[in-house]
T-cell receptor
């Protein structure tokens, strides 16, 4: 049972464009939603995270939009750069419990120069 | 650099063998998580330890076991290895009960021949 569904599987955008990755979750107990960025040969690195008490969080060129009623959240990368080319994972966890992360399958982003 | 260290970086072994992966969490983090990353299954939570005690179990095979020592480093033991165990194994650590951020190590790439 996949508790966090991520799409698309791969994404190609031009430099300067907007990259959008979507995730949907099933477990309403989830209350922490991070996005991780992973480069080849490296471990996942926390990019940005949101809790369900806000609908949007922005850090630099990265924005998370959260829709609690639809159980969906998305990552927007503005002014995408070739250096953003990586695999992005959405995840969810329940704070106060084990806090283990449930990951989406990942999106491979390629930003063409 | 996340502050989480993992050794070894690469491990090549044969079917039926046993290996031990080691993880040192960030200074001050009491919680250690182990994740397996494979092409078909993505990032899957295996097991979590908090201050030396097992806190949660995920999709961890009975052939796999882990422990967290008094100095908070953790070891993941994989035995009776099969070809399908070839994967990247990541350790992550967190404060737990705090902001929820998990910091991942660089991983151990296990190849079973």
């Amino acid at each position: 049972q996949q508790q966090v569904k991520q799409s698309p599987q791969s994404l190609i955008v031009q430099k300067g464009g907007i990259s959008i990755i979507n995730c949907a979750y099933e477990n309403t107990a989830f209350d922490y939603f991070p996005w991780y960025q992973q480069f080849p040969g490296k471990g996942p690195a926390l990019l940005i995270a949101i809790r369900p008490d806000v609908s949007e969080k922005k850090e630099g060129r990265f924005t998370i939009s959260f829709n609690k009623s639809a159980k969906q959240f998305s990552l927007h990368i503005m002014d995408s750069q070739p250096g953003d080319s990586a695999t992005y994972f959405c995840a969810a966890s329940t704070q106060g419990g084990s806090e283990k992360l449930v990951f989406g399958k990942g999106t491979k982003l390629t930003v063409n120069p | 650099d996340s502050g989480v260290t993992q050794t070894p970086k690469h491990l090549i072994t044969a079917t039926g063998q046993r290996v031990t992966l080691r993880c040192s969490p960030r200074s001050g983090d009491l919680s250690v998580y182990w994740y397996q990353q494979s092409l078909d299954q993505g990032l899957q939570f295996l097991i979590q330890y908090y201050n030396g005690e097992e806190r949660a179990k995920g999709n961890i095979l009975e052939r796999f076991s882990a422990q967290q020592f008094p100095d908070l480093h953790s070891e993941l033991n994989l035995s009776s290895l099969e070809l399908g165990d070839s994967a990247l194994y990541f350790c992550a650590s967190s404060v737990m009960g705090g902001a929820g951020e998990q910091f991942f190590g660089p991983g151990t790439r296990l190849t079973v021949l």
